[in-house]
């Protein structure tokens, strides 16, 4: 197959919080310690990517990838909203060292989901004052690392938490619809529902409810309701608040590192409309996408995230074609649908493109071999085709930590022994490697 331009991105990408363990002042941490959590395990130690950081870098270069995207967790920096820990950001200045040092550029995340503690207890992401809290916080780290970094990503799923808002929304109201003729069939339907989303959710455990209010009471807040981490369903004025907080963040790293190239992500679908099905389709890509675009117009880049395609009918959300393979994370195998979502987005942002996410959960690499063959071969005809896709970073370099999911889903180039955290890396890791044209 054809190779990318040597200066294409080529690389893969983390969350802090997925790999590095033991970020233990955030909000997913204090979520996975309560009695009847909705994880299926704890972080713990996740793949120890704190301290084995060096090599998992080597080992990319060695493959060689040219492009690293991980993020920086807030609660390490801010532990306490009016702490600031020195030695945490010089850990990640080691990090960006360590990048340059072997050739790969790094895409640094300043939030990948999980929040400080703190935040989520004053209010989290539907409280305004968020905006400059974020801010401040960009400000500060780009300050003191900004010249060891390029390309900025603000927020990770920027659209995440309208996404699960829809989710929610929906999955009651078929729930409800089904419950006097078939109450056995409310975990399927919870099941189905978690597909729909390209993250680790559960939303079939017993003692949901349960749960909730534990969580509420780690944070200090009496009413779950008033409990807002960043991967929870929001109000329109909370959808509004995570754009203000990106617009608000990118001003002020702008000011003091004018040099960065700064943008956010967004998890987008492919969107296919049955028959009958063409009115909720579009109304769903003006949800995932376009009601943002006046948000991001003016961004130096875009961070395109998908791993599905998503089917609508005259019902609404519609079931993939029968016998359709499906990935561990129960959505449709199909590779296709990163290039047609990056076609369908440069219609209408005309800025710089990056896949900062897309990949597989398999236990069969070879099918992630070819995952990524099939996707690759996609966008190579998108820019032949003079759309500004600048680079593919897939999702994960390593196995690792899927959210409440906990560590089944194995989307990494690298595999994880998790009793000795010794890497195993793949042969995905090669041949997504040899994709890149030689220097």
């Known amino acids: 197959m054809k190779k990318f331009a040597e200066d294409f991105m080529l690389g893969a990408a983390t969350a802090a919080h997925q790999v590095e363990g033991n970020n233990i002042y955030n909000d997913y941490w204090a979520q996975e310690q309560v009695p009847h959590t909705m994880f299926n395990e704890p972080s713990l130690d996740a793949v120890d990517h704190y301290n084995r950081y060096e090599e998992d870098i080597r080992l990319m270069a060695e493959a060689g990838l040219n492009s690293y995207r991980f993020s920086i967790e807030w609660s390490r920096i801010q532990p306490e ?118 993250v680790g959710i559960n939303l079939n455990k017993e003692n949901m409810m349960l749960g909730m209010v534990e969580c509420a009471q780690a944070f200090g807040l009496e009413n779950p309701m008033d409990m807002h981490t960043f991967v929870s369903q929001c109000t329109p004025e909370g959808d509004i608040l995570v754009m203000k907080a ?72 519609a079931e993939p074609p029968a016998g359709s393979a499906r990935t561990q994370m129960g959505y449709e195998d199909y590779p296709r649908a990163i290039a047609d979502v990056v076609r369908k987005v440069s219609e209408r942002f005309h800025g710089d493109l990056i896949v900062t996410e897309n990949g597989i959960a398999t236990d069969d690499d070879a099918r992630r071999c070819q995952f990524i063959r099939e996707a690759a071969d996609g966008l190579q005809k998108c820019v032949e085709d003079g759309i500004p896709l600048k680079g593919y970073l897939y ?31 793949k042969e995905s890791l090669r041949v997504l490697g040899s994709m890149t044209a030689e220097k």
């Open 246 to 317: 990106h617009e608000a963040a990118k001003k002020a790293m702008k000011e003091v590192c004018p040099h960065l190239k700064i943008g956010l992500t967004l998890s987008l679908h492919d969107m296919v409309a049955l028959p009958g099905g063409e009115e909720d389709a579009q109304k769903e890509w003006d949800d995932e996408f376009l009601h943002y675009l006046p948000w991001i117009e003016k961004d130096d880049f875009l961070g395109v995230q998908c791993y599905t395609r998503k089917f609508f009918d005259e019902n609404g959300v």
């Open 395 to 425: 999702w994960s370099l390593l196995d690792n930590f899927e959210w409440q999911k906990g560590f089944a889903m194995t989307f990494g180039l690298i595999g994880v022994d998790r009793k000795t955290q010794k890497r195993y890396p």
């Open 81 to 198: 909203k009016d702490a600031w820990n020195e030695e945490e950001v010089e850990h990640y200045r080691k990090v960006l060292q360590c990048c340059h040092d072997n050739g790969i550029r790094p895409v640094v995340t300043m939030m990948h989901f999980s929040s400080p503690k703190w935040l989520i207890s004053m209010g989290g992401w539907e409280n305004p004052e968020v905006v400059d809290l974020f801010a401040v916080f960009c400000r500060r780290l780009v300050t003191e690392l900004g010249g060891q970094m390029e390309y900025v990503c603000t927020i990770n799923e920027a659209n995440m938490r309208l996404q699960l808002a829809s989710l929610m929304k929906d999955m009651m109201k078929r729930m409800a619809g089904m419950k006097e003729a078939a109450p056995e069939n409310g975990k399927e339907g919870a099941g189905d529902s978690e597909s729909q989303v390209q």
